[in-house]
């Protein structure tokens, strides 16, 4: 579980005491505006899904990892199992995913955490196939996935019946990137 380094930020492995990052940023209305359903989370539900995150590192050895900048957190940002959550993508596809703190916003940081976690996806980990999905009206976020060099796989609805593009990336695309 090593962290990752970027020109500005750590990117640490998940752990213990990141559980209030995590509450503070699912009970922000601007960071959960476009997760799922765009409910806030409660204190339970953030520390529920605290406990998921340190379980998949536990089983996998990767996870969401916290975006450090000169010991703040500007964010989280995530590689997990995809699973056979999204239709025509690989069981066995990897998730890419960020968060970023209001304050952060405009400065680059999804991407610069997102390219160190596309990076290890496709190097350490192993990974044939990436992919990441966001809602459409979060120009933002489609933006990073193209500087990442992935492309729209397909449209689809989420859980909660909010509109949701997927994008993806194969080993063989990341190879090929500019900027590699």
Request: charged share 30%; proline share 3%; aromatic share 8%.
């Amino acid at each position: 579980m090593r962290t990752l380094t970027t020109a500005r930020f750590e990117l640490r492995p998940w752990e213990d005491s990141f559980e209030d990052e995590l509450v503070r940023l699912s009970s922000d209305e601007r960071v959960m505006r476009f997760i799922g359903d765009g409910r806030l989370w409660t204190r339970e539900e953030a520390t529920q899904r605290h406990r998921e995150l340190l379980e998949h590192w536990r089983e996998y050895g990767f996870g969401w990892r916290a975006i450090i900048e000169k010991d703040s957190c500007a964010g989280v940002a995530a590689l997990n199992h995809l699973g056979s959550t999204v239709p025509g993508i690989e069981e066995s596809a990897l998730e890419i995913g960020w968060w970023v703190d209001p304050a952060s916003w405009g400065r680059g940081v999804a991407t610069e955490a997102a390219l160190a976690l596309r990076d290890e996806a496709f190097g350490e980990v192993g990974a044939e196939r990436l992919a990441a999905r966001y809602q459409p009206a979060n120009l933002a976020s489609g933006r990073v996935m193209v500087k990442l060099g992935m492309r729209v796989h397909s449209d689809t609805v989420g859980k909660t019946g909010e509109p949701v593009r997927v994008y993806e990336m194969s080993r063989a695309d990341w190879r090929a990137a500019p900027g590699r």
